[in-house]
DNA sequence: TTTTAAGCGTAACTATTGTTACGGATGCAT
DNA sequence: ATGCATCCGTAACAATAGTTACGCTTAAAA
């Protein structure tokens, strides 16, 4: 595990604190489409990612959902941090884009580590201000922007992620993040195909670039 | 200032810190609508409210905004704490919702007393938590809700923080704050008066209870 | 008092999004 | 190959939200 740590975060921690980690956290292997939290959970630990990618949502009571954001590697996600730390019940939903390798940090070690390391200081505080802004972002996005131009960016967004041209969804699928309905999408990733910026393929996309 | 910070805080931060504080800190007084934060402002301080609402909101290239929350007396901006830290500029604006008394602590001193203060560590901490899900209630509101109900919460949440069930806006304010337009504001505000939620007058809204 | 500007109500219309319905195409299981 | 379920395209319609236009009311300014 320490490899791994070393391969994504050497730039951001201290060897030292890197040590640490690997004595107490917890390697994690997670499939594509596997829960990783779910909205009422207590966390008790922090997820550093180290490979693959992760799609955080919200959920209504009425189990509409919405796409907040996706993690990469070298990131954390600051609402579980948020959540771990003032003992909350998480209010998101989190499964893996992607297959995906985690370190699991209890979240005892973290208050030592924010008095201790500055890095961590820094890490945390960094995750806390990407994260806000992603979730600014989503604001702008459905408050600012109508359907046709919110599907785009999320299909350029989800290219990037998955890295690769091909988004492998269903219109389905696609609805659901964006909460809305099937038709809605197909509608408008139609308009698309017509503009040449994407073809149609029965079970994915292709992004023309 | 020492009291003014006592009233407020002592049950958040131990006196030692109490005193650190008002050593170091300043206080500023602004009045209703005066404009605390500007979109690509570099921000030097942090803002410890402890009197007046401050609201926040975000705004697009083209000048559209949208609400994201109120600030209330004991809390600070997460925003403005994440942009100093990481030393980027301001993505949002804020402005005085009331006459509001703040007292803002230069961002030198954030990491020395996270270090050195537990209870700066959870009051950092708890903010970002609650400045978060602030924003993903309205990240609900806009992803789930009609506009209908979307006034009718903020009208219920603007008299909360305002302390009053007359709300003293007028169509074009709520307009403005709601992302949508003065005709529609009026309309759906009509239908809330046939139904006995409001009172409709000249410059103000009366919420029935 | 008269004038002016801002605020509000309403109608008529357009645009966008959501819903229902149905049929054809595709790929998988038997 | 046949049957079956999923996926997708499309039409027709409904609901919601946004736009334009205009006139009345009210408060403040001249």
Redesign the interface.
Known sequence: MLKELELNYAHLFESELLKEISQIAILKEVKEGEELIRIGQYLKSMPLLVEGAIKVL?E?EEG?E?L?YYLERGETC??TL??C??N?KS??RAEAETDSKLIMIPIEKM?EW??NY?SW?NFV??S??E???E??E???N???KKMDERLLSYLKRKAIHNNTNIISSTHQDIAYDL?TSRVVVSRLLKQLEKQNIIKLKRNHIEIIE
């Open positions: 919200r209504d509409f919405l907040l600051a609402m948020s959540c730390t003032t909350h209010k998101i208050d924010l008095v500055k200081r505080f960094n806390y201000h994260r806000l802004n979730v600014l989503t604001v702008d459905i408050a600012f909460h």
